[in-house]
């Protein structure tokens, strides 16, 4: 069964540097997405992404964030300088068109030191 | 205010019992409504989801949800728990209000004893 693949699966960065979170959502899929969920909290929606732009972003989507498409396969999610506060683990997702479900990946681990 | 509400955050239950996970949400009109599962490390898994027609939607791993809309709620069933569904499980909607977002809930701990 195709899978949403997200790499690294665990990310450490100093505090102020920039990190990019790797992923490859369902080859067919169209829409993309990205969640959070800080320890002990629940899911967050972070952003939206379909034909090459933002649909919708959370307020916790700030200009340090950015999201990119750069080829037909990857999805990546750039926080330019990182904060403690960043640190979560970071989720994936996509589908593949409406009335679908959204599959999620497996998840990036960010921790900010 | 519109939200997803899972009132247990940790159930305990033997293995074989049943097992019902309780989900509200508080949205206008009804809302695509899901549930997924979290084990220790892992992703999230789509377990079943509901958009329209029958009310009693079958899932994954012998999970199945019934969507009361008099009672804004889609509760998770299974009659008999396995030591393996011991997890985290979340109830999630997309509200429709021109949003393709997830809404999440809090989330209930399931463990499983012996």
């Known amino acids: 069964e195709p899978e949403v693949t997200q790499t690294p699966s665990h990310q450490v960065t100093q505090m102020g540097q920039e990190v990019i979170l790797r992923c490859v959502p369902i080859s067919n899929h169209l829409y993309f997405y990205w969640y959070r969920q800080i320890l002990g909290q629940k899911v967050e929606f972070l952003v939206s992404f379909y034909n090459n732009e933002i649909s919708e972003k959370s307020e916790i989507f700030d200009d340090q964030f950015s999201v990119e498409r750069p080829d037909g396969s990857n999805f990546t999610l750039k926080i330019r300088s990182t904060k403690l506060e960043d640190s979560a683990m970071y989720f994936c997702a996509s589908r593949e068109g409406r009335s679908q479900p959204q599959h999620f990946g497996d998840g990036t681990r960010l921790s900010i030191l | 205010a519109q939200s997803v509400t899972q009132p247990d955050i940790h159930i305990t239950v033997s293995e074989g019992a049943s097992l019902e996970l309780r989900c509200n949400y508080s949205?206008?009109?009804?809302?695509?409504l899901f549930w997924y599962v979290q084990s220790p490390g892992q992703g999230l898994q789509l377990l079943l989801k509901y958009f329209s027609g029958d009310t009693l939607v079958q899932g994954i791993k012998g999970f199945e949800a019934e969507f009361k809309r008099s009672q804004s709620s889609f509760n998770l069933r299974k009659p008999s728990v396995h030591w393996s569904d011991a997890a985290e499980y979340f109830c999630a909607v997309v509200p429709l209000d021109n949003t393709d977002k997830l809404i999440f809930g809090t989330g209930t701990r399931l463990q499983v004893f012996p």
């Open positions: 949205y206008g009109a009804t809302p695509y």
